[in-house]
């Protein structure tokens, strides 16, 4: 049976704002404490060279290329991880609108040998915050990509 995890996050930035973040591959090592490196495009099909944090694992990392499943932006990203009968890996990023931001549905839907040992209480309490802590330094991002703004067209006067 798939184990869950699922957080979620109100971000004061539009939708196609948060994507362009999230759909900049490049910049992760910049600002994402659990998908810490990334190489590739944020396109349907194409595949991406990713190391992330294991939350099962204190201060280790996986090495893995992963499949993009969905690009909309504004809307949806998404990628597949497999290692054949140990590991899948659905990970997604839904974006909805909600007033003037987004609510960021952050989620990844693991099945395989190695989640089926987790329990929920395991997912809880060793996966959830480490998805919570991307949300949080998802929004630092925006916010500090928003101050950054003006201050270039402030030094172009």
Not at 92 to 104: K, N, S, Y
Not at 108 to 136: H, K, M
Request: aromatic share 8%; with cysteine.
């Amino acid at each position: 049976m798939p184990k869950r995890v699922l957080t979620s996050i109100y971000l004061p930035h539009a939708p196609e704002r948060v994507w362009d973040v999230l759909a900049d591959f490049a910049r992760y090592a910049e600002w994402n404490p659990l998908n810490v490196e990334a190489e590739g495009e944020a396109r349907a099909g194409s595949r991406v060279r990713m190391r992330f944090l294991n939350p099962a694992r204190h201060g280790a990392t996986i090495r893995q290329t992963v499949t993009v499943t969905r690009a909309e932006r504004g809307r949806a990203l998404a990628w597949r991880g497999h290692v054949p009968l140990l590991f899948t890996g659905d990970h997604l990023f839904d974006l909805r609108r909600e007033g003037a931001g987004t609510r960021l549905i952050h989620s990844e839907t693991l099945s395989g040998l190695i989640p089926w040992r987790f329990s929920e209480d395991q997912i809880e309490r060793l996966f959830v915050p480490a998805y919570e802590a991307c949300n949080r330094a998802l929004a630092e991002r925006l916010n500090a990509l928003e101050n950054v703004f003006p201050l270039r067209l402030a030094s172009v006067r």
